[in-house]
C-alpha cells in the first residue's frame, strides 16, 4: 500500500515567457510539502528557451 503524506507533485511555469512572444513553454515538475509550505511556490530556474535565469510560479 502507498504512503499517506503532506509531500504533492507541483508544475512550475515560467511568468517572463508569456510575455516574451516566443511559441512554446518553459516549465518544471517538482515537489513540495503542503504543511510546511501552504502557499504557492516561486523559484528562480533556467528557462531555456529566453536563455536566462526567470521567476518560475506554480500553477493549478
Excluded at 508544475?11 to 502557499?39: A, F
Excluded at 530556474?45 to 500553477?59: D, G
Amino acid at each position: 500500500m502507498a504512503k499517506k503524506g503532506s509531500r504533492v507533485q507541483v508544475i512550475l511555469e515560467c511568468t517572463e515567457h508569456k510575455t516574451s512572444g516566443k511559441p512554446g513553454t518553459s516549465r518544471y515538475i517538482t515537489v513540495k510539502n503542503k504543511k510546511n509550505d501552504p502557499e504557492r511556490m516561486e523559484l528562480k530556474k533556467f528557462n531555456p528557451i529566453l536563455k536566462k535565469m526567470t521567476l518560475h510560479k506554480e500553477i493549478k
